[in-house]
């Protein structure tokens, strides 16, 4: 079965400082990747995702995340952190199966302060 | 179309009560997914549909919960017999069929039960 696994609760940086926000995996073959960010009562917003190809992607924000496939992680990172970054981040994974669906992990809040 | 749709945004009822929530999802999307979402924790898993199929239902979902979608369009969650653990966040997702693009959520539906 797949799982996903954020070992930091809460994650506190300085404005202007890089972030990592750090996230790990486990699926039977190959997994599809994601991070989203959700702000105080909203849904959920997609950052960023991995299939396949280059082991760092880009996505909004300015958001960045590396897939490293014999450490089975998919840490997401900023160089320069902002005070409006401060949300809840989660991470997710999905087998590479169209019969498979989406499991998230508990989620990191990320502090950023001025 | 402006994305994934829930209705209504909060409900709060009283402990024994029925309640129906309405998720319309994207329009090319024909997969559509609910989730469940507690304070502070991350998304958990409840059912899916593929068109008007549903194709898997959580443990999660007892007999109580009841989810449909007619007509491959909207659909609709049905909790009946309110207890106060039902109390959440109800997020409804939609993707097309290889999910490779991610989910859409809509921003949710918040639930009290009293």
């Known amino acids: 079965a797949q799982s996903v696994a954020q070992p930091e609760d809460q994650v506190n940086v300085a404005e202007g400082n890089p972030l990592t926000v750090k996230c790990t995996y486990s699926?039977?073959?190959?997994?599809?990747l994601f991070w989203y960010v959700q702000y105080p009562n909203r849904g959920l917003q997609f950052l960023l995702k991995?299939?396949?190809?280059?082991?760092l992607v880009k996505g909004s924000y300015g958001f960045e995340a590396e897939f490293n496939k014999s450490q089975t992680s998919f840490h997401l990172k900023k160089p320069s952190a902002l005070v409006s970054d401060s949300a809840l981040y989660f991470c997710a994974v999905r087998e590479w199966s169209s019969a498979s669906k989406i499991i998230f992990g508990s989620g990191t809040r990320l502090s950023i302060r001025p | 179309d402006t994305g994934v749709s829930q209705n209504p945004r909060h409900k709060i009822t009283k402990r024994g009560q029925n309640v129906t929530f309405r998720c319309d999802p994207i329009s090319e999307h024909n997969r559509l997914y609910w989730y469940r979402q507690t304070l502070g924790q991350g998304p958990e898993f409840l059912t899916y549909?593929?068109?008007?199929?549903?194709?898997?239902k959580s443990r999660l979902l007892s007999d109580r919960f009841s989810a449909e979608r007619p007509k491959g369009s909207f659909s609709t969650l049905e909790i009946q017999r309110t207890e106060q653990g039902d109390s959440a966040m109800y997020l409804c997702a939609s993707s097309f069929e290889e999910g490779t693009y991610g989910y859409t959520f809509g921003s949710g539906t918040r639930l009290t039960v009293v």
């Open positions: 991995y299939i396949t190809g280059d082991n």
């Open positions: 699926v039977s073959g190959n997994p599809y």
């Open positions: 549909f593929q068109n008007e199929a549903q194709l898997e």
